[in-house]
């Protein structure tokens, strides 16, 4: 089997783009990916158009370790953000393929289901003024929607400087969601790489007694020896610490597993070059009983290979989902996926990746030029037709 043709749809949603790549072979089979490029969309495209023709085009889709092997090296410059999401997508896709041709689920072709369900928590749910009002009904929403997992940033769009204002507001948030959702819900606060060392643990200490279930990104993501900083003075708390969206590779997991910087590691499966590379992350994590909470901000795609991977990755933990949160058409874009229940989905039966692309949902919603700044005011709206953009 031949890869024959990739075409690249763009999906417009209220506060992203999501770029979805259609792969078809010369046996009929089609398979498809997608992947939010953040502010990249455009540079992502222009990638593919270089990288397809020479690497993808023409290789047999069940052979993914050779083609991602040499989307990787062959480029001799290293593969970043942009690289690493169009190898994702592609990768995604020939998982979708193969699973096709075989007639069986992908995690069927990964070392098959370690679970039977698959634990989820909710992001994207709180653009909504910044009160504890209204923080508190929309975390009552979130419930009433099946979820048991919640994930926020209460900080506004704070970087570096925090003060007491900001603090008393954001333990107004926080404190709301908590009795909004009340004590068996896992509430998880995402941080954004918004401080400094020191002022992450003061703030982690501060909000401990609302017993998150992780601390996210404290501190910004280049520097693993300031995490490890904020890691040593939470541990004491009993809260894990989370990161991983922004590192693209295996080679750069290196120095956290060193440091054992982490308890949580949120890799990207559409940013990290698709499911195999996120396997063997998996099983370098297990040997450091670091558990994987994969990143997820993309389409019904991406968020099928998702659950293909937590299915048979066994220090899996929990699954991101923003779709439930967003306008339905970006479900309908890709029908399929299992519907929350109780905090859980079932695992995705049908053959290949296991949801279907609706190509009129994509282009009646076409790509628009946006830009998404979590440093700017009420970004958590995700209103991107509102303010300065
Ligand atoms: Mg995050």
Redesign the pocket.
């Known amino acids: 089997m031949k890869i024959t043709k990739v075409t690249p749809l763009v999906l417009g949603t209220t506060w992203r783009n999501l770029a979805y790549f259609k792969v078809e072979t010369d046996e009929g089979l089609v398979g498809y990916g997608d992947a939010r490029a953040i502010n990249k969309t455009q540079a992502l495209l222009g990638y593919m158009a270089e990288a397809v023709p020479y690497y993808v085009l023409g290789h047999d889709p069940f052979n993914i370790e050779m083609l991602v092997q040499r989307m990787m090296r062959e480029d001799y410059a290293r593969a970043g953000e942009v690289a690493m999401t169009g190898i994702a997508v592609i990768e995604m896709a020939c998982w979708d393929i193969i699973g096709k041709a075989l007639n069986q689920p992908v995690y069927r072709l990964l070392g098959g289901a370690v679970r039977d369900k698959i634990k989820v928590y909710a992001n994207g749910w709180y653009r909504v003024e910044r009160t504890a009002d209204a923080f508190h009904a929309a975390a009552k929403k979130v419930i009433e929607k099946g979820y048991r997992a919640l994930k926020f940033d209460p900080f506004g769009a704070s970087f570096y400087d925090f003060d007491r204002q900001e603090m008393r507001i954001t333990t107004s948030l926080v404190e709301a969601v908590r009795d909004a959702v009340g004590p068996d819900v896992e509430i998880l606060i ?1 941080m ?1 790489g918004r401080f400094t060392p020191s002022g992450a643990v003061a703030i982690a200490n501060d909000l401990a007694s609302f017993k998150p279930g992780w601390y ?2 404290p501190v910004p993501p280049e520097n693993l020896k300031a995490l490890k900083k904020v890691m040593d003075a939470v541990a004491p708390l009993g809260i894990p610490v989370a990161t991983g ?1 922004r590192i693209h590779t295996i080679y750069e997991f290196r120095e956290l597993f060193e440091l054992q910087a982490a308890d949580v590691i ?1 890799p990207d499966i559409t940013h990290f070059g698709g499911l195999l590379s996120m396997k063997k992350l998996a099983g370098w994590a297990d040997a450091y009983y670091m558990l994987m909470a994969p ?1 997820n901000v993309a389409g019904p795609v991406a968020t099928a290979a998702a659950y293909h991977f937590a299915a048979v990755t066994t220090n899996f933990m929990i699954q991101e989902n923003f779709n439930d949160f967003d306008a339905a058409y970006v479900n309908e874009s890709a029908p399929g996926l299992p519907p929350v229940v109780e905090g859980y989905v079932a695992l995705p039966d049908a053959p290949g990746l296991g949801v279907t692309v609706d190509e009129d949902v994509i282009a009646a919603h076409p790509g628009q030029a946006m830009h998404f700044n979590l440093f700017q005011k009420d970004w958590h709206k995700r209103d991107m037709t509102a303010g300065e953009q």
Do not use: V
């Open positions: 995402e954004h996210e990104e969206e949120q990143h």
